[in-house]
């Protein structure tokens, strides 16, 4: 059975940077491409990041370019977003996902940005 | 970018009744491999976001067959057979054709 947990949400301030992890089991990580989303409060799902397994590419929304970034350690199955110059717009639940076209979920992380 | 929008944005049903909910892209969803790359989603209060549908019809392994998905090119839609009250929650579309990868908007499932 998949299962994503995600760790490192808290309360930062405005500029301020969080390293966020997923810890993956139940299927093979290091052959999965994988997935970050996030849902701010009151608002609808955003595509953040994904990190191909096969190629190393990475892929980013504009809202979170040049600030973030998505990284993988397969001899620890744990999937990491590193999050700087955070914003109070960046404040959401933060979700992985394995694959493309986000197959399994974990249950989310909450991200809080003010001061 | 796909600009993917939903509707109703709230869809009140009766136990027991069907339900539908449209999802229209800004342009085709046909990849170059020939596939469609529309997906459905499901988030429940208390529960991890799950996947209903992928590439328009096919039902991820553990969802009921109440819920169907259809439409090829630009117009989508979920439907649910007879709506029960597990399936309270929001539903989202997501196009996974292009990046930027772009959800609709979002429709709150409610019962009457």
């Known amino acids: 059975e998949v299962h994503l947990l995600e760790s490192g949400g808290g309360l930062v301030q405005p500029g301020g940077s969080l390293t966020l992890s997923c810890a993956a089991s139940?299927?093979?990580?290091?052959?999965?491409?994988m997935s970050w989303v996030r849902r701010a409060p009151g608002k609808g799902l955003e595509w953040v990041a994904t990190?191909?397994?096969?190629?190393?590419?990475?892929y980013y929304a504009d809202s979170v370019k040049g600030r973030f970034t998505i990284s993988r350690d397969n001899s620890k199955n744990t999937l990491y977003l590193q999050m700087d110059s955070l914003r109070a717009e960046d404040t959401a639940v933060y979700y992985c996902?394995?694959?493309?076209?986000?197959?399994?979920w974990g249950q989310g992380t909450l991200v809080t940005v003010s001061s | 970018d796909i600009m993917m929008t939903q509707s109703p944005l709230s869809l009140p049903v009766t136990l027991g009744q069907p339900a539908s909910i449209s999802c229209r892209s800004s342009q085709s969803l046909l990849h170059s491999d020939g596939n469609t790359y529309l997906n459905w989603f499901q988030l429940r209060p208390g529960h991890s976001p799950r996947r209903l549908i992928y590439k328009v019809s096919n039902r991820d392994s553990g969802v009921p067959d109440r819920f169907s998905g259809s439409g090829s090119g630009t117009d989508f839609t979920l439907k649910i057979s007879r709506v029960e009250a597990e399936d309270v929650g929001l539903y989202y579309c997501m196009q996974g054709t292009q990046w930027p990868r772009t959800f609709g908007g979002g429709t709150k499932v409610e019962i009457k």
């Open positions: 139940g299927f093979v990580f290091s052959r999965s491409h």
């Open positions: 990190l191909s397994a096969t190629t190393g590419n990475t």
């Open positions: 996902a394995e694959n493309w076209n986000l197959d399994f």
